[in-house]
């Protein structure tokens, strides 16, 4: 089954706005990535005030390989880079174990 990556950041308050907003502006390379499932930013709402970038990929080597290359562009963006909205990062890993989707009508 598949395995989730998961980067926890801490985003001061008055830099939520910014960090949403670079997120709105991001590469979008990510769904053209080999073994690239999903991809979701969770906003908190109660019980922590870290955002989720959540992904779930292939496998692992997939994530990896994405680490490696389209990942790194996609951070970057231009020369003059601003100062980040996040003030930490954390990276959480995970194995699926079950799932379940609706079922078709
Ligand atoms: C130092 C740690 C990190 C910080 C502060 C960070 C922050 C950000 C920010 C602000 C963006 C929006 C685009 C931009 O402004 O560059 C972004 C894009 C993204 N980040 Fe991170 N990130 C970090 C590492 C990671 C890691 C380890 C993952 C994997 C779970 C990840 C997953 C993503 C994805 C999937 C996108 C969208 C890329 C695309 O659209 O192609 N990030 N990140």
Redesign the pocket.
């Known amino acids: 089954m598949s395995i989730v990556?998961?980067?926890a950041?801490t985003v001061p308050d008055e830099q939520r706005e910014v960090?949403e907003q670079?997120?709105a502006?991001?590469?979008?390379?990510?769904?053209s990535s080999d073994g690239f499932e999903w991809?979701e930013l969770l906003r908190p709402i109660e019980g922590t005030d870290q955002y989720l970038?959540y992904?779930r990929w292939r496998s692992e080597e997939d994530?990896q390989a994405w680490?490696e290359g389209?990942?790194k562009a996609?951070?970057?963006?231009g020369g003059d880079r601003p100062k980040?909205?996040?003030s930490g990062?954390q990276?959480w890993s995970f194995e699926v174990v079950q799932q379940a989707a609706p079922k078709k009508a």
């Open positions: 990556k998961i980067n950041l960090l670079r997120f502006s991001r590469a979008g390379a990510v769904e991809f970038v992904t994530f680490m389209p990942m996609a951070h970057q963006g980040p909205a996040a990062s990276v």
